[in-house]
């Protein structure tokens, strides 16, 4: 008997603490109804052999707790070797349960046992945690049951008690006020401890993807769909948007490996997306090659022309740094526009902030035409910035869908 409670005790012990770390509502679960199987394990061995030593008479009583064990052995076994651990769940609720207050009854009523039928208690605690709310109320009011049955025939019970040594039921009554009271603090705290580690995993969670959130979305648009705000349109009558494309690309990455062209591309990339922080523009999206930032939207500000300017002035000469660093041979235009713009969100499932208007199509015409390694920006663009930069000659380009247009090449701050 001693060697198979200790063998019981050991597997009990090593599945609560295996469990300790998994913090998933199974793993949960069976760490639970673990501690509280091994906690009644014990006191039923306190219980027997003090019962025991009483004489005889007494070997009635004491059957009660060895017979939980013995329940608590076959289902245990049942449970390992076919993994039904809701049979498992459900025999030891009961047992929990019931086990108490028939011994409670055995003994002598309340005043003879010192009210051992609190132990019942654990059960449906026990289910709460394990089963969850709803599916432990049934075991709470079958504990309300069964504490009024007693209540209700405690005269017969007290009628047929033994007689118990006082030392021995102080001993029970201190036992059982201390004994409850440990294993639910213990209970509780794991659970608790439990639903802290869950919190804490929960927020990184929330904040890793807000964290993604804001890498695809500006932030006041990422707090508007938090909001619930899942129709956004905005009209902008003043941005600046302006594109940028390197050179021959293409044939450039047909001479690289995969590798090697990702690397380049983050690596020209990185420098675009700081710049675009540091002066504060909304970097749009990248299409292969191409890059595309706006300032003036969402955030709306005065000076988004002068922001995309020294943005574009200090891309060429990233894009140098980066050239003479790595060997290679990188050119790019850089097209600007000034004008309104719709901007929005679509889609619902892999969305994304874009813009809309004939603002946009311009901005791209200027970058694709062009001339290598230079900004060229629209006379609307060009207003807003002659008194803080110089620019070339005025001249014309023609423009698909536009005709003839007058543009400037910008060079640089005055």
């Known amino acids: 008997m001693t060697q198979n409670l200790t063998a019981t005790s050991s597997i009990l012990t090593r599945e609560f603490w295996s469990r300790f770390s998994d913090p998933t509502p199974a793993a949960l679960g069976k760490s639970i109804l673990s501690f509280l199987v091994l906690a009644e394990s ?13 004489g005889e008479g007494y070997e009635v009583i004491a059957a009660v707790p060895y017979f939980y064990l013995v329940i608590s052995y076959v289902s245990l076994f049942l449970f390992y070797r076919f993994k039904r651990f809701e049979y498992f769940t459900f025999t030891q609720l009961v047992m929990l349960l019931v086990m108490p207050f028939f011994m409670q009854w055995v003994i002598g009523g309340f005043a003879a046992s010192s009210g051992v039928a609190i132990w019942a208690i654990l059960s449906p605690v ?23 049955i007693s209540w209700k025939l405690n005269h017969y019970f007290a009628g047929n008690a033994m007689p118990i040594p006082t030392d021995v039921k102080d001993a029970f009554f201190l036992m059982n006020i201390t004994g409850t009271a ?29 964290k993604l959130l804001l890498n695809i979305l500006p932030a006041a648009i990422a707090t508007r769909l938090k909001d619930n705000d899942m129709r956004i349109a905005d009209h902008y009558d003043a941005v600046t948007v302006m594109f940028a494309d390197l050179i021959n690309f293409t044939q450039m990455s047909e001479k690289m490996t995969p590798t090697q062209l990702i690397d380049l591309l983050s690596q020209v990339f990185l420098r675009f997306d700081h710049l675009a922080e540091k002066y504060q523009v909304e970097k749009i999206k990248t299409i292969g090659d191409a890059y595309m930032v706006i300032s003036g939207a969402p955030e709306i500000c005065t000076n988004h022309a002068h922001r995309i300017a020294a943005m574009a002035l200090e891309m060429k000469a990233a894009l140098q740094e980066l050239a003479k660093s790595t060997g290679i041979d990188l050119n ?61 000659e005025k001249f014309s380009v023609v423009v698909k869908g536009k005709g003839i247009i007058d543009t400037f090449i910008l060079l640089g701050h005055k």
């Open 42 to 54: 014990l006191v039923c061995i306190f219980w027997i052999f003090t019962l025991s030593s009483l």
């Open 126 to 148: 026990g289910a709460l945690m394990i089963l969850g709310t709803r599916q432990s109320t049934p075991w709470f009011l079958l504990f309300i049951g069964l504490a009024f």
């Open 182 to 210: 440990a294993i639910l603090y213990g209970v509780l705290r794991y659970f608790q401890a439990q639903k802290e580690r869950v919190m804490v995993s929960l927020a990184l969670e929330q904040a890793r993807s807000e």
């Open 332 to 392: 790019m235009r850089i097209g600007i526009h000034t004008g309104p713009v719709v901007a929005g969100v679509i889609g619902s499932a892999k969305f994304s902030y874009d813009l809309w208007g004939d603002t946009v199509n311009l901005a791209s015409r200027m970058e694709s035409t062009s001339k290598p390694n230079a900004i060229q920006v629209t006379q609307e663009t060009q207003q807003l910035l002659q008194d803080d930069y110089v620019f070339s």
